[in-house]
């Protein structure tokens, strides 16, 4: 009887001593408030690290890259191809710009510093451009741009200086900037425009609808921020949203994009190559 009631006694103790120990360790294992707050800080440092300095989302708001890109595509912009290169991390693949690469830059306009713009690089350093009848003719050979608009499609009629640059001086309507204006007959050797060392010249793919090079120079290297990659979403957006800026209208359009995103969306363009 003594060794019965002995082990019966015994038994719930050491239990009790185990569960104790579990609840000791599960407590132990717990995250402080402080340290939990570490582990978010840490995720949201490594979130904006990757947005800032390698992958960038932007939204498409104008036609002048149709057909390659359409008002409200949103693309995610590679911001490290086209970086200064960096000795500290020699396994990041780096390259300069070429012929034909889609950039995204800072406008070369002191009145719009901060506008990012998307365009193609239709000429690099040493290059001679010129257009005719809008057909570009890069060092002397005229290109095959499937992908362009010409003077005459969708109805869209000739102009002299757009279409036959830079062979005319711009005119009063011709929505050139002054500084260009100014600067742009000391690059025309001939027919061509001749594109100086550090500069790309750059012109949207919607060539009739499109203010680019043309229109304010060219883009200084260092304004070259990346290149888009995909789109990653794409929303039938009007042409005039981007002169809808209040805040009203913007909460509208918001309420507009909720109620239609499965409608509206362009499904086809979801991770759409850029290029």
């Known amino acids: 009887m003594e060794k019965n009631l002995t082990t019966k006694t015994t038994n719930p103790g050491t239990d009790e001593s185990v569960e104790r120990t579990a609840q000791a360790e599960k407590k132990a294992e717990a995250e402080t408030p402080l340290e939990a707050l570490a582990s978010i800080s840490s995720v949201l440092a490594i979130g904006l690290f990757v947005m800032a300095f390698i992958f960038q989302n932007f939204e498409i708001p104008s036609a002048s890259m149709e057909k390659t890109l359409l008002i409200g595509d949103h693309v ?7 970086a200064p290169e960096t000795k500290w991390a020699p396994f990041v ?9 889609v950039i995204v830059f800072f406008k070369p306009n002191p009145e719009t510093p901060d506008l990012f713009l998307v365009k193609r690089a239709i000429g690099v350093p040493g290059d001679r451009i010129h ?6 003719y890069l060092n ?44 742009l007959p000391n690059h025309v050797v ?51 949203q981007i002169n809808k800026q209040s805040a009203g209208e913007r909460i509208a359009f918001i309420g507009h994009v909720l ?10 363009r979801t991770l759409h190559r850029v290029q």
């Open 93 to 101: 693949h780096y390259r300069d710009i070429r012929r034909g690469d």
């Open 140 to 183: 002397g050979v005229a290109q095959n741009e499937p992908q362009t608009s010409k003077p005459g499609d969708d109805g869209d009629a000739y102009n002299a200086y757009r279409d036959d640059f830079p062979s005319l001086k711009p005119g009063p309507y011709d929505l050139v900037t002054a500084l260009w204006a100014e600067d």
């Open 76 to 82: 995610v912009v590679d911001r490290v191809t086209f």
């Open 259 to 268: 109620l239609h995103i499965f409608d509206e969306t362009r499904w086809k």
């Open 190 to 240: 001939g027919d061509d425009l001749v594109v100086p060392p550090g500069k790309v010249f750059a012109m949207g793919d919607n060539r009739t609808q499109s203010l680019d090079g043309r229109f304010w120079g060219f883009v200084p290297r260092e304004n070259i921020v990346g290149r888009p990659l995909l789109v990653y979403w794409s929303f039938q957006t009007p042409a005039d």
């Open 131 to 136: 257009l005719r009848n809008g057909i570009v």
